[in-house]
């Protein structure tokens, strides 16, 4: 799911929250209830004991979103094997540490527009997971997460200070690089390794020798 997928971040109109929430919320229990006999190919080649959400920029802010809605309702199947965030887009009404004050106005602009209905701004917790209305990350019902940034991303400082309130499985940071690199370089040694780090833990191979590891969510 991402946000160049079908479940696109929109908004459905004023008071709601943005519709790419609950259409890949919905997605995540299709694929549940499809791979228990609804749907024959996934039945026959899915398996709902290793499910992972991954995306990039917009689309990591859903795989965020999406996991804590799976955690409001914890009786829903399937469970959340782990999750990748690359370069994800999240921020504040305040500043951190690294951030710059442009990048910020121009987020903000954007998430008027992206959710009408937004009361706190940005510190609307669709958009700032560390706001202090949000849900406890910790209640995460995910067994491992693993958070990608770039070295030169404007969003880098914000990926860190999740990484560091969630204490996520990995952080592997690709140095000299930009948002999103990886989409326009494909071939190149620093995506090939951003590929294998995601290889490996996916493989449940999360140790010190392909990325930098914080403790354990569960």
Same mark, same amino acid.
């Given at each position: 799911?991402?946000?160049?997928g ?10 709601a *929250?943005?519709?790419?929430?609950? !259409?890949? &919320? ?6 549940? +209830? ?11 080649? #899915?398996?709902?004991r ?15 979103? @999406? ?5 409001a309702?914890?009786?829903? *199947? ?5 999750? @990748? =965030? =690359?370069?994800t887009? &999240? ?7 690294? *951030? ?16 009408? #209905? ?21 209640? =995460?019902?995910c067994?491992?997460? =693993? %958070? ?7 969003l ?6 999740y ?6 499985s990995?952080? &592997?940071? +690709?140095? #000299?690089?930009d948002? %999103? ?7 190149? !040694? ?9 290889a ?13 590891? #914080?403790?354990?969510?569960?």
């Amino acid at each position: 799911m991402g946000e160049r997928g079908s479940a696109a971040l929109a908004c459905v109109g004023r008071g709601a *929250e943005p519709a790419g929430y609950k !259409d890949s &919320f919905r997605t995540l229990k299709w694929a549940a +209830s499809a791979g228990n006999g609804d749907d024959p190919w996934l039945s026959r080649h #899915g398996d709902l004991r290793r499910v992972f959400l991954t995306s990039d920029n917009t689309g990591g802010n859903i795989v965020h979103n @999406v996991a804590m809605m799976a955690t409001a309702c914890a009786s829903s *199947e399937p469970r959340i094997k782990g999750a @990748v =965030l =690359l370069h994800t887009g &999240f921020r504040g009404s305040e500043l951190i540490d690294g *951030e710059a004050p442009t990048s910020m106005a121009m987020m903000e602009k954007l998430w008027a527009i992206v959710c009408l #209905g937004a009361t706190d701004s940005m510190d609307d917790t669709w958009v700032n997971p560390l706001a202090i209305m949000a849900l406890s990350l910790w209640d =995460l019902l995910c067994e491992r997460v =693993l %958070v990608c940034a770039a070295e030169l991303d404007s969003l880098l400082p914000r990926d860190k200070a999740y990484y560091e309130a969630i204490k996520a499985s990995g952080w &592997f940071e +690709s140095k #000299g690089q930009d948002h %999103v690199f990886f989409l326009f370089k494909l071939v190149y !040694d620093v995506a090939v390794a951003l590929m294998d780090r995601l290889a490996m833990f996916f493989l449940g191979k999360w140790n010190s020798s392909c990325v930098r590891c #914080g403790e354990r969510l569960r």
